[in-house]
């Protein structure tokens, strides 16, 4: 086995066995981002809206492990679900209600992965009133 291929084995296993330390990290950090509550809480205020969260592989778990936190507020003005950007690029009419305000979340390591780019443009493409929300670990990315 050459270096380079030694190395990028460690770095995924590291990536990986990190991953729930991650996850914690990052919801107390969404949980405290003041700009991100006061949107959040506007748009809930305004009109009942549908909340997808959803992601690609090991993101799309993202999305199944904060939809609870939804659920939580009986009295909200939304729904909330997760379902993965696989799934939505083979049946988006079939899961969205593309008449009703949609609010997308999206989580994404890269933020390169196609099936959550094209999640985004069918969100766009079909849905009259959609709003977006990104979590990605690359600000380059073209998620971000």
Request: one cysteine or more; aromatic letters at 8%.
């Amino acid at each position: 086995m050459n270096t380079d291929n030694t190395e990028h084995i460690l770095h995924t296993k590291r990536e990986i066995e990190g991953q729930p330390k991650l996850w914690e990290e990052t919801l107390k950090l969404l949980g405290s981002n003041k700009s991100l509550q006061e949107f959040y809480n506007t748009l809930a205020s305004n009109k009942k809206i549908n909340i997808v969260l959803t992601g690609a592989g090991t993101s799309a778990f993202i999305g199944e492990i904060t939809e609870h936190f939804f659920g939580q507020n009986q009295s909200a003005n939304f729904s909330a679900r997760a379902i993965s950007t696989t799934t939505l690029v083979t049946h988006f009419t079939s899961y969205i209600q593309t008449s009703e305000p949609l609010l997308l979340i999206s989580f994404a390591r890269s933020g390169n992965s196609p099936e959550s780019i094209a999640a985004v443009d069918l969100a766009e493409a079909h849905c009259e009133d959609v709003f977006h929300i990104a979590i990605t670990c690359n600000e380059e990315g073209e998620l971000a």
